[in-house]
């Protein structure tokens, strides 16, 4: 009898320790920013044109979600985003018996900052954000395969997701490393 209490006495400790996980309480944009301004996206590595789609995928997912309006100029912006591409690396996985690459992964490091332009601070970075694509080449397996140009379209839209996910549900995810804050 004694041993039978335990067990239940175990397993309802178990039961409850699970049922509560930790959520933080999400910290939402102050009330007043009613619209965003995103910076050109500065490119600081030797590929050319990334900022461009970059840039416009961040638009076009602000646009798509539909909480923050889109300005034209950083003068008229309650917020501002600001975006960098740090690296940007392409490397060989898999090789077939010739040599001949078959598998690639593409891996961009992005910086983000949103600036309150009402209180002129940072209210949350993303430094190191990073966005990682693993493909099979077009060209060697045919069906099921990406270019690079698609595999970078498909970051560009993961990024961009992700971006706008942390301005307007809450900055950063659990276990990110952004700087979390609002001012009263």
């Known amino acids: 009898m004694k041993k039978l209490f335990f067990i239940l006495l175990?397993?309802?400790?178990?039961?409850v320790s699970c049922a509560s996980p930790y959520d933080p309480a999400p910290q939402i944009l102050p009330a007043y920013i009613k619209n965003v301004y995103v910076r050109p996206v500065v490119n600081n590595t030797n590929q050319y044109g990334l900022e461009d789609k970059f840039t416009n995928a961040i638009i076009d997912e602000f646009m798509r979600d539909g909480r923050l309006s889109v300005v034209t100029s950083e003068q008229e912006s309650d917020g501002t985003l600001v975006c960098e591409i740090?690296?940007?690396?392409l490397q060989p996985l898999t090789y077939d018996a010739n040599m001949v690459t078959e598998q690639y992964k593409l891996w961009i490091l992005v910086n983000v900052y949103f600036i309150d332009k009402h209180e002129n601070i940072t209210l949350w970075a993303e430094p190191n954000m990073e966005g990682i694509q693993i493909y099979a080449d077009a060209v060697k397996v045919g069906f099921g395969g990406m270019s690079e140009d698609q595999a970078r379209e498909y970051i560009w839209d993961k990024l961009s997701r992700d971006i706008v996910k942390r301005t307007v549900k809450g900055f950063g995810n659990g276990s990110g490393i952004s700087e979390r804050k609002v001012q009263d």
């Open 10 to 15: 175990s397993v309802a400790i178990f039961s």
């Open 86 to 89: 740090k690296r940007y690396t």
